[in-house]
């Protein structure tokens, strides 16, 4: 293993990488991980120099908070390969503040900027060559933020660990989506952890998704906590509904603290305002959904995340009601994917100044 150190980051490198052994004909989302990680510890009130080592298991006890308490908080982020070899990160310093959002609602100490972002590169440009470059595909890179402290007491620990993993990936859904309203289970309520990519809330939504699963729905739309009326987001996606030429979607942090602010949605409304698509950002009933559906104007329902990137919905059912969306040929799903596909790939100028070069 050979050691150095680049912008205050320690790296050591494998001395075993597992490149050749990928394979990166079947990727299969979320099942592969690269050869190096990112760890930096928290440890009395002090964060410790980050270091860059290779992937590997964790080495902690079973007294460890984060087992307990589910405080740990985490990130969802690519990495893009243009076509002559150059990489960029989307908008990074979103992600960042977010992740520091969460981990203030979880009561855990701000990560410092420099270890995210100049980490994230650092690690980003040693496994480079484990950026996928078929058509969709990208190295996933997944920040995770952790408390350590062994102690079975229910209060915020006093050592915590934030690590960052990277995987090639391609399709996060493959095949229609369909989608179900809950109007039972919630995801998140006013006040609540909602708005924070925190790691209980994925947890809690698999139980209520794995029964829409058996009746045929990938994918749950979460209605608001209290009447079970408004149209939240989709768990892993923000959700946009097209009703005639306009967009609707739910409005997130401040007007509401249930939803997570995507960095996607974010992207989708500026291109869509930009090239001359109204937005409402707004609390969406279901009922004005159906009363489209039945007017034939409910034109698109389409998703939106970093994972997923921007999924066409194909169906929705709200208790007995349910439609099948129409499929169109320049859909705005399609259109928007597409320009925010060209910015992430370098195939296009950027205006917004989103692309972030790490090579
Ligand atoms: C992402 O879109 O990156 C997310 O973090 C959602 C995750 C559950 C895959």
């Known amino acids: 293993m050979t050691s150095e150190v680049k912008n205050n980051i320690v790296i050591e490198k494998t001395a075993h990488s597992k490149l050749s052994q990928a394979d990166f004909s079947h990727l299969v989302f979320g099942k592969l991980f690269s050869d190096h990680m990112l760890v930096a510890d928290y440890i009395d009130g002090k964060w410790q120099t980050p270091k860059i080592m290779p ?24 990495a893009y390969k243009d076509v002559n070899g150059q990489v960029f990160l989307f908008r990074p310093e979103e992600n960042f503040k977010r992740m520091n959002n969460s981990a203030k609602r979880l009561g855990m100490p701000p990560i410092p900027e420099a270890y995210f972002l100049q980490g994230i590169k650092e690690l980003v440009k040693l496994d480079k060559d484990w950026i996928p470059t078929g058509p969709g595909e990208s190295l996933y890179i997944r920040p995770v933020y952790i408390a350590t402290e062994n102690a079975v007491a229910a209060s915020p620990s006093n050592s915590y660990r934030f690590m960052v993993m990277t995987s090639p990936a391609g399709k996060y859904y493959s095949g229609d989506v369909k989608v179900k309203v809950e109007d039972k289970f919630s995801r998140a309520c006013d006040g609540g952890v909602g708005y924070a990519k925190a790691a209980g809330n994925y947890a809690a939504q698999f139980y ?61 409304i500026q291109l869509a305002e930009d090239n001359g698509v109204e937005v409402e950002v707004r609390p969406i009933e279901i009922n004005e959904i159906i009363e489209a559906a039945q007017n034939d104007n409910l034109k698109e329902i389409f998703g939106a995340g970093t994972a997923a990137t921007v999924l066409p919905i194909s169906g929705i059912k709200y208790k007995d009601f349910y439609t099948d969306l129409p499929q169109l040929k320049d859909s705005y799903a399609e259109r928007f994917k597409k320009m925010l596909m060209d910015i992430q790939y370098n195939r296009t100028d950027d205006p917004y100044g989103w692309r972030v070069p790490v090579l």
């Open 208 to 268: 209520p998704t794995e029964k829409a699963k058996k009746e045929g729905f990938q994918q749950i739309i979460w209605t608001d906590a209290r009447e079970h009326k408004y149209l939240e987001e989709a768990g892993t996606m923000n959700i946009f509904f097209r009703i005639g030429d306009k967009l609707l979607t739910a409005p997130t942090v401040p007007q509401s603290s249930r939803i997570l602010p995507g960095v996607t949605r974010k992207s989708i």
């Open 55 to 78: 992937y590997q298991p964790l080495p902690y006890e079973p007294s460890a908070k984060v087992f307990h308490y589910g405080q740990a908080v985490f990130e969802g982020m690519k």
